[in-house]
Nanobody, 119 residues
């Protein structure tokens, strides 16, 4: 599975961005997908996740109510709509997909896209 993110950039506080993650390869094996973010010196943290059918979503408390995760399985693409952005949302955002099997999951990662929110 290959993942390619797009949509990052520079935005003022209060603004919006939409990230996209295009999946290719053995996409049939993907069980769930998610967005993570990382700032220098910190661990990568989960922002939001979504199941393969799109029926179940989860969000970190810091983005709940502001970000929306979705996926278009026909296009093999996942999105993260980010509204009311804050300077603390500044990070490199990574697309993640979990494939493999229940007892032997495989994590796939995109290359990351920078999101910078100015105050």
């Amino acid at each position: 599975v290959q993942l390619v993110e797009s949509g990052g950039g520079l935005v003022q506080a209060g603004g919006s961005l939409r990230l996209s993650c295009a999946a290719s390869g053995s996409t049939f094996s993907i069980k769930r997908m998610g967005w993570y973010r990382q700032t220098p010196g910190n661990q990568r943290e989960l922002v939001a996740s979504i199941t393969s059918g799109g029926g179940t979503t989860n969000y970190s408390d810091s983005v709940k109510g502001r970000f929306t995760i979705s996926r278009d399985n026909a296009q093999n693409t996942m999105y993260l709509q980010m509204n009311s952005l804050k300077p603390e949302d500044t990070a490199v955002y990574y697309c993640n997909a979990v494939g493999g099997y229940l007892l032997a999951p495989i994590d796939y990662w995109g290359q990351g896209t920078q999101v910078t929110v100015s105050s």
